[in-house]
């Protein structure tokens, strides 16, 4: 006990103080001691007094608690907070007094409690998930949060939720049946959608831990009628100048959770039934509008490209709608064709390039009324010499000098032919005209000339 008086002092009076008031004193130095290593040796005290803690008021107890989580953003304060998780989980009552804490309605015991059980839950998440697993109504209390009218507590108790439902399916489930989706999209829209702040990410981030690789929440989410809920989301407008950090973090993260929807790692059916309601509802169509836009950032041109790539893929309906949007430009032109433009040039973005050959993947996949017709577009009876035709695109791709556009026309070309004998035949009748005065020569044959040069150029 000398050392702990050595930090907080004798009493005025010359008495020891109390236990109560060397605990105040200590709780006091590490909030307010400017000096690290002044923090470090109440805390260090603190932890001395490990058994009195446990058993002081419960105000008190919080405010030190806190206090020690505070520390970690020093090293050694972070191996301390472990330390002290270790020892405050060791008994489960614990965690459900603070779970009893935060039905307290007060700000002072709620607030700081919800810090507390955050830090926690970041120092030793599968534990503590584990004990407020089995804690009466404990998961039910913490979604009582979201329902705040203090905005504070509101959007830290988002943070809360984000740690407690990482990795826990069983968890993930109670959330969502708490009326966790319901909930998070009010607070989406309430604050902005697309051009809202922080809060807004917070949300997105806590609906992709309750619906990534949980089959049974996504099937949840569909059949509440939220995918429809989602389409104002991908209202951008037309003016798209002013795109904020914070706005392309937002619609970067939206798009992340329509891609978890119909993710091809999904069971057919739900991917199917989820890409029949994106198309139902106009979500599809949206996504297209954002996808002919001018002036969409780059990284959120490449995510729409991959997120209408996977909503397309297997389902007719929307490979076949797809294939009729035209780019708004004098004369409109197919949107596959604007997209191959983009993917043989060498001065567009390497994931770029790479979006657009997944999305003519996906156009292509199990479509063989797509892959006909654009086979067709490399036989002569269909060249029209007035128009850029994607069999045009794809040719120049796999004959240009740059390797990347060689690549991707050649897989481009194969998926057009993939599990469709009538296409590989379809294909040997293509002709090209290599030079002027010189009679034209098969496409087979063009390669074959190609790949017989590569001897000798090594």
Same mark, same amino acid.
């Given at each position: ?9 004798? %009493? ?21 001691s ?27 107890f ?30 489960p ?14 700000? %002072? ?17 599968a ?15 913490l979604?009582?949060? +979201? ?60 609906l ?23 389409k104002?989301w ?16 937002? $619609? %970067?993260?939206?798009?992340? $959770?329509?891609r ?5 790692v ?34 959120? $041109? @490449?995510?729409?490209?991959? @997120? ?79 128009s ?18 060689n ?35 098969? +496409?087979?044959?063009?390669? @074959? ?10």
């Open positions: 006990m000398n050392y702990i008086w050595e930090v907080v002092g004798r %009493h005025p009076t010359g008495q020891q103080p109390t236990g109560a008031e060397t605990i105040q004193k200590l709780c006091d130095r590490v909030a307010s400017t000096l690290l290593e002044d923090r470090r040796d109440a805390v260090r005290a603190l932890k001395s007094l490990s058994k009195v803690t446990i058993n002081m008021p419960k105000n008190k919080l405010c030190i608690s806190f206090s020690l989580s505070e520390e970690n953003q020093q090293k050694q304060e972070e191996d301390l907070g472990v330390q002290f998780t270790d020892k405050f989980i060791q008994e009552d614990n965690i459900t007094l603070l779970l009893t804490l935060l039905e307290e309605f007060d700000f %002072h015991v709620r607030w700081p409690g919800v810090k507390l059980l955050t830090a926690l839950l970041k120092s030793q998440c534990p503590v998930q584990g004990i407020i697993l089995v804690s009466p109504m404990g998961v039910s209390r979604m009582d949060l +979201l329902a705040d009218s203090r905005e504070v507590i509101r959007n830290d108790g988002l943070l809360l939720l984000q740690q407690l439902t990482k990795g826990n399916t069983a968890i993930q489930k109670i959330v969502a049946f708490e009326n966790a989706f319901e909930r998070l999209l009010e607070i989406i829209t309430e604050e902005g959608s697309s051009d809202g702040g922080i809060v807004v990410e917070d949300c997105l981030l806590l992709l831990n309750l619906l990534k690789n949980n089959s049974s929440n996504q099937n949840f989410f569909k059949e509440g009628s939220y995918i429809q809920k989602m104002p991908f209202e951008v407008g037309d003016d798209n100048s002013g795109w904020s950090a914070q706005k392309v973090t937002n $619609l %970067h993260l939206m798009l992340q $959770l329509v978890v929807m119909v993710s091809p999904n069971s057919p059916g739900a991917t199917t039934s989820c890409q029949k309601a994106m198309f139902q509802c106009g979500l599809l169509q949206q996504l297209c509008t954002i996808l002919m836009a001018t002036g969409v950032p780059a990284d959120i $041109l @490449t995510e729409t490209i991959n @997120t209408v790539s996977e909503v397309i893929r297997g389902s007719e309906v929307n490979q076949d709608y797809f294939a009729s949007v035209n780019a708004p430009s004098n004369p409109p032109r197919p949107a596959i064709v604007v997209l191959l433009m983009s993917m043989v040039n060498e001065r567009q973005p390497f994931v770029l390039r790479c979006a657009v050959l997944y999305c003519f993947q996906c156009f292509l996949y199990k479509n063989h009324k797509g892959q006909g017709e654009i086979v067709a577009t490399l036989l002569p009876s269909t060249i029209d010499a007035n850029i035709s994607a069999g045009q695109l794809l040719c120049g791709g796999l004959f240009s000098a740059d390797s990347l556009s690549w991707c026309a050649a897989v481009a070309l194969a998926h057009a032919l993939q599990d469709n004998l009538t296409q590989k035949e379809q294909l040997l009748r293509v002709q090209l005209a290599t030079s002027l005065g010189k009679p034209p020569v098969s +496409l087979l044959q063009q390669c @074959t000339n190609i790949l017989s040069q590569v001897p000798s150029q090594l």
